[in-house]
């Protein structure tokens, strides 16, 4: 069946079932240059998406899960192991990447592999659970817990190997970009002194367990704290003169990519140029409260849609150019009950109705790479077919 025949074939069927205002949106659908034959046979997106739950009006995890597989996105992070999610996406071939941060427990041997036994291998294989993060952000934070941290990760890793899934499973923990004393050029980059004594250790166990270090990275708090001297199109990844690294002299056209850099640089200065570095976070908001500066619709869609648009292409950083940049986008939903100012309520790509915040350029399934995002532009709302799938979830 053709796919516009296919669309108005879809449309027919509903017709009896959905009110009215479902099917006039329906059929304004059923006309758009989405092709859903090619969305069924798209490449994967490359990018991962952060799945936050800390709100009250969000859609049930099975039809986040058909969203999910409308856009071809097959990564997912968790910040715990909701088994509501993980057994909605189980036979999607999907992604998760899982979290707990409760440290002193997971200290405890029998309590770690408790924990495993119970929220990670009775969704395996099904679900495809890939690496467990334990904690998040935690150095830099009380001393109790950085010093909990990597007995927590080596617990958690001999639950995953006395359970048989080390070839399945690993383990890492997730890091504030923060834990950089310098990351300006990205070459002499290194990490806090008073943090030196929890990560070198980290560093060993991570290059043992073949894990990667993970990094929470987002240029846009550099704005928001001097937007006078840090320039918007440098971190947003729009046109700009670029910043040379005086040391290596390699250029670098935005932020993130030169905060990658200095992580590698940092750990080499610890002895380690066997880790890679993924960013496990980084986001725009689209609103934030007055003080908020760059907190805008306009700029989160271009900071998010370039950003996928160089991992479509499998970019890599200037220091590690053969190297495709790993970014996991947060967030899927704005969180309405996410404590603090407004911007934490507001990095979501979607609202918790399905519909999109703004336009990243998705044409069913696959990025469309003719699109160009600017600062300035005014986005538009164009993931119609995820619309369509969530739509379908609320009222059949």
């Known amino acids: 069946m053709a796919p516009a025949e296919l669309r108005r074939h879809t449309v027919a069927m509903l017709s009896s079932q959905l009110p009215l205002r479902v099917l006039l949106l329906l059929s304004l659908l059923s006309v758009s240059a989405i092709d859903v034959a ?8 490359k990018f991962g998406i952060n799945y936050g739950q800390i709100a009250n009006n969000l859609p049930h995890p099975s039809q986040v899960s058909g969203l999910l597989q409308s856009l071809n996105v097959n990564r997912v992070k968790l910040y715990d192991a909701d088994p509501a ?4 996406f189980a036979g999607t ?29 009775p969704f395996l294989p099904d679900t495809r659970i890939t690496c467990i993060i334990v904690g998040n952000e935690v150095l830099g934070k009380d001393t109790a817990a950085m010093q909990n941290l990597l007995p927590a990760m080596q617990a958690v890793y001999q639950a995953v190997s006395d359970l048989g899934l080390s070839g399945q499973v690993n383990v890492s923990t997730a890091h504030s970009v923060n834990i950089l004393a310098s990351s300006y050029p990205p070459s002499s980059g290194v990490f806090r002194e008073e943090l030196a004594q929890y990560i070198q250790p980290i560093l060993n166990f991570l290059a043992e367990a073949r894990s990667p270090f993970l990094i929470n990275a987002y ?22 003169q670029g910043v040379v690294d005086p040391n290596t002299n390699l250029t670098y056209d935005n932020m993130l990519y030169a905060q990658i850099d200095a992580v590698y640089a940092a750990m080499k200065a610890m002895g380690h140029t066997d880790l890679t570095v993924r960013i496990s976070e980084t986001g725009w908001p689209s609103k934030g409260d007055e003080d908020e500066v760059g907190a805008s619709v306009a700029n989160a869609a271009a900071y998010n849609g370039n950003l996928m648009k160089r991992i479509a292409m499998g970019q890599g950083t200037p ?3 053969d190297v495709p940049v790993d970014v996991f986008v947060f967030a899927l939903f704005n969180e309405d009950m996410k404590p603090g100012p407004a911007s934490e ?10 519909t999109p915040v703004y336009n990243l350029g998705f044409n069913g399934a696959s990025l469309d790479p003719s699109l160009t995002y600017s600062s300035s532009s005014k986005p538009t709302i164009t993931i119609l077919m995820a619309v369509v799938v969530l739509l379908a979830g609320f009222f059949l």
């Open 93 to 121: 071939g999907v992604e998760f990447i899982v979290g707990n941060e409760d440290l002193q427990n997971l200290t405890d041997a029998r309590s770690a592999r408790a924990w495993v036994s119970q929220h990670v291998q």
């Open 38 to 45: 090619s969305a069924a046979t798209a490449a994967p997106l």
């Open 319 to 321: 220091l590690k150019p």
């Open 345 to 354: 309520r507001n990095y979501g790509l979607f609202y918790p109705n399905g």
């Open 219 to 240: 240029p846009f708090f550099a704005y928001k704290g001097s937007p006078g001297t840090v320039s918007l199109p440098y971190v947003l990844f729009e046109p700009n």
């Open 85 to 88: 999610v993980l057994t909605a």
